[in-house]
């Protein structure tokens, strides 16, 4: 098993910034990506940022410019840096990971953390 632990959200006004951790622990062999989705209630899950072997990265047309994924592959965790915060950017943001706990690709999974709440406010 694995475990996405999540940390860093919370309630920042308008234009503010705020930074998203995510660790990951268990039975890991190797990860492939890691990323950050976001949802509203009443909405799908949505792609914020993610980033594959390689460094790879992908954005949310919505947070390119203003949001940064770093992952730091010997820690196995993710971190969102999220900066000229909106309104709209409020919502649950979740971590995930696939993850290899074995050498065959059977090991393969998707993993969630439990999501981290983040409000934009003034």
């Known amino acids: 098993q694995v475990q996405l632990v999540e940390s860093g959200g919370g309630l920042v006004q308008p234009g503010g910034s705020l930074r998203l951790s995510c660790a990951a622990s268990?039975?890991?062999?190797?990860?492939?990506?890691m990323g950050w989705y976001r949802q509203v209630p009443g909405k799908e899950r949505e792609l914020v940022a993610r980033i594959i072997s390689g460094d790879a990265t992908n954005y949310a047309n919505s947070v390119k410019g203003r949001f940064t994924i770093f992952r730091d592959n010997a820690k196995n965790t993710v971190d969102l840096q999220m900066n000229s915060l909106k309104p709209e950017d409020t919502c649950v943001y979740y971590c995930?990971?696939?993850?290899?706990?074995?050498?065959?690709?059977?090991?393969?999974?998707?993993?969630w953390g439990q999501g981290t709440q983040v409000t934009v406010s003034s």
């Open positions: 268990g039975s890991i062999f190797r990860i492939d990506a």
């Open positions: 995930y990971a696939v993850v290899w706990s074995g050498a065959t690709s059977s090991t393969v999974r998707a993993y």
